[in-house]
């Protein structure tokens, strides 16, 4: 049972947080997804590209907390175990990196300036919360376990080996 409601809660926490951030905002932002006509073709295929893989990435982020974690993304409902296989022995946010990078394709995909600042502002946000609220939070949860991974696995920029810890 509680891998349902961990697979669950995470389902409506997709759509809730990152649905809004990286669906709705742009959406909202490029006139609800109209091409405009001063489109750059090259930036359509190369966003296209960028978006795809990055909601793959993001899924499988959020199967990990839940079904790893037993847990989901949302503070109000946090993991049970600390996530650290998959996409995570690469890079300790691959969430907030898959996001960004859906919000970076869209303004490529739209030519839309305030798409990418959107996307300058979000990337801010997400930085700040990571240092002020989540790492001292996963430091304080799982103690010298959550210390060894973040020594080992960078924050935003991805390693090429996995790690193996």
């Not at 669906?23 to 359509?44: C, I, K, N």
């Amino acid at each position: 049972m509680r891998t349902f409601q961990a697979i669950a809660g995470s389902a409506l926490f997709l759509v809730a947080a990152p649905g809004v951030v990286a669906g709705l905002m742009p959406w909202l932002l490029t006139d609800h997804y109209r091409m405009p006509l001063s489109a750059v073709a090259g930036f359509v295929p190369l966003g296209s590209i960028l978006v795809i893989v990055a909601a793959g990435i993001l899924l499988h982020a959020f199967a990990g907390f839940a079904l790893e974690g037993l847990g989901t993304p949302a503070p109000v409902a946090p993991t049970e175990r600390l996530v650290v296989g998959g996409i995570y022995r690469h890079v300790r946010n691959p969430m907030y990196i898959a996001v960004l990078s859906i919000i970076l394709g869209q303004a490529l995909i739209f030519s839309s300036s305030a798409v990418f600042v959107y996307g300058l502002i979000a990337a801010a946000a997400m930085i700040s919360f990571v240092k002020v609220y989540e790492e001292p939070t996963l430091a304080s949860r799982y103690g010298e376990e959550y210390e060894v991974y973040r020594r080992a696995v960078p924050g935003w920029l991805p390693r090429i080996t996995p790690w193996r810890g």
